[in-house]
């Protein structure tokens, strides 16, 4: 988390905007994505209006170009997520109308309305939003989130990478996998890929990716923060700038 901070801090001026985002919850998504392999899982995710961005991490993440009001809640982070539907890339963005209200209401308190924030996975893809994303994501009210994981065996889904597009990617590990674009791999060839885990499933992990994007298609810079609202590797990162 404190080597994907860096990167935001280095590509800040790539964003409109930031958001925090809970490290532990971060770690509980990641843990529902593996369990959930080779399915997709779509999150819901809420603000906590006790825990507004602090002012100091704000300015170190600051873009040029950075868009006042872009998104509903705004400056606050998010710590809260709740997994709302699981299947295949077409059918998981589908939820019946209201259905999320009624099965959430009673965790949810006074807010149970519709999530502020989205996630999804993308099993054997790159966090690069598809065109059925940006669809989805004109209902969205703050920012959606996209969880590439890259693992193997790969199933009948091979990692699918010819995706124009910005990653970013998790762990010094995960950075030194060449991208083979369009390569066609012959069947049983070994790629020598490093693993970084083994999910639940017994998969092995290869690579973990996340992004954040507005519905207008404005990047949103992540960053993972600590209990205190904190980022991971704080010390370094205001040593750099
Ligand atoms: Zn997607």
Redesign the pocket.
């Known amino acids: 988390m404190a080597s994907y901070n860096l990167d935001s801090v280095n590509s800040k001026d790539s964003y409109a905007a930031q958001i925090h985002l809970n490290g532990d919850l971060f770690e509980n998504l990641i843990w529902w994505a593996l369990q959930s392999l080779p399915d997709?899982i779509l999150v819901g995710m809420d603000i906590d209006s006790n825990s507004p961005h602090l002012l100091e991490v704000e300015n170190l993440f600051r873009s040029n170009q950075h868009v006042d009001g872009l998104f509903q809640s705004q400056g606050y982070q998010i710590k809260e997520a709740h997994i709302v539907n699981r299947g295949n890339?077409f059918s998981v963005?589908h939820l019946p109308e209201d259905w999320t209200d009624d099965m959430f209401s009673s965790n949810r308190g006074s807010r149970a309305g519709r999530f502020t924030h989205w996630l999804?996975t993308?099993p054997n893809?790159p966090a690069i939003?598809?065109e059925?994303?940006a669809d989805?994501a004109q209902e969205t009210q703050g920012v959606d989130m996209?969880l590439g994981l890259r693992f193997s065996p790969e199933g009948p889904m091979p990692w699918f990478n010819d995706v124009e597009g910005t990653r970013r990617r998790f762990g010094e590990e995960a950075t030194q996998v060449k991208s083979t674009t369009s390569k066609r791999r012959k069947f049983g060839a070994r790629q020598n890929l490093s693993v970084i885990g083994i999910a639940p499933s017994g998969h092995k992990i290869h690579e973990i990716q996340l992004i954040a994007f507005h519905k207008t298609g404005l990047g949103v810079n992540v960053v993972l923060v600590d209990s205190e609202g904190l980022p991971y590797g704080w010390d370094n990162l205001n040593k750099i700038s």
């Open positions: 997709e890339s963005h999804h993308h893809a939003p598809s059925a994303d989805a996209i």
